[in-house]
């Protein structure tokens, strides 16, 4: 009880720091209209047919790019003011940092999903299955962003208590996060078909997501500040370099 | 003896593998509706097999990396992670030589063909976080491990859950009698292959640390 009311106390802080400029919905916001505008200049042009086939990719992949953006601004916000240190030297339990920073980027990517599904339901005519069964599509997103961040917030906060190199999240993420992705592919595509199929699809993207979210949440710890140090014959080696032989 | 057991692993592979190679092509018959291009599949399910043993082994390692601080299991996950894009890289360039011959086309978009690609992916990924992430990327690199090797079922399973065309899991215990004779020793040469490399890369792996090791012990002593 008291890890939540933690993790609820670091929403409500990054979620009023939000409010102040609205930085991160609105510059995710504002590349879900571009990857919207360039699919729709890319795509409208083909068959209705091959519509149902590319909307799938189309929803997921513009998910992933925008998730990892987010991502990476949240984690940025606190490196930039040196914050996540002393968060983590805080008396506050590792694990709702985590539940703090997945709800935060959920958030987001769930607001950026507000936009992406309506428009792709007026740029395509095949989206029309999404407003068809509004409810399936709704879970069928909330379900997608929860296995992305749950995984993302991970990767996203390893990277962030390192030094720099950022953009080691998209070769990291983008492979890990596919099967997951796979999984929404293959539902978004039944949902569009309006295959009863649908229903045994979300409840095996259910099982990944709480499969994911358990695994990134007993990891977090680890990867954010490692284990136990052990005594220091052992520790404090693997940072040391010997340097090339000339 | 037992330092001597990679390389034992070696020499018992090298005349298996030689004849592995000539029972199949010159000793089995060639299957009825996929002629000469079905003997890939005595390469290509082993190293199938074996890239996914070498994402556990790989996850395990990194596990137990990330929970006691242990230098040698990192070595076993690097070790098992590169042996496994190996295998990997044999699998993915088999299997769409075996698919042009039978499915007329190379890639089918497959769900066995693309979680095994990710899969291969995400160990390209590991290697790459290994030698060119930051300074904290070794406990990184161990969850992505980690997330590889949940990824092992996944794999193992798409061909039940996605209805695919790949065939299924069962299609070894259903071959003729004189083809499976010709696939355990090739699955045997191949596991004999890899052990040998796997325990000297290991091997390597950890005398590189001990002088690294060395060197440090060195310079603080002179310091």
Known sequence: MRRLRQAYLLLRSDLRQELRDFELVLTAGFFTVVLLAMFYLSFAALQAKAHVAALPGLLWLT??????????????????????????????????????????TLVVLLLCSAVLVPGLWLMFPAGAGFAAQPWATAALVVLGCVGYVAVGTLFAAGLATGSGKNTLLFVILYPVTTPLLMYALVTTRALLDGDPAVVDYLGQMVALDVILFTLAALLFESVLVGAAAKPPTHAARSDRRAPPVA | MRRLLPELCLIAAMPLLVYSVQRVFLHTPNERTMGTAFKIFFFHVPMGWLIMIMAVICGIAAGVQLRRRSRRAGCVALAASELGFVTGLGVLLTGPIWGHATWGTPWT????????????????????????????????????????????????????????MHPSNEVVGKLPPEMRASFWPCLLALVLVALGLFAVRIRQLYLADELDEAWVRSQDRAA
């Open chain 1, 63 to 104: 998910v992933a790019f925008v998730g990892v953006l987010t991502l990476t601004r949240v984690f940025d916000r606190e490196r930039e003011a040196d914050t996540l240190r002393a968060l983590l030297a805080a008396p506050v339990d590792r694990l709702a940092i985590y539940l703090a920073k997945a709800g935060m």
């Open chain 2, 109 to 164: 978009g497959d769900a066995r063909q693309v979680s095994t690609a990710l899969l291969w992916l995400i160990l390209v990924a590991y290697l790459l976080l290994r030698h060119y992430g930051p300074r904290t990327s070794e406990r990184l690199a161990s969850a992505l491990a980690i997330f590889g090797a949940v990824n092992v079922p996944i794999i193992y399973y798409a061909v039940k859950v996605w209805k695919t």
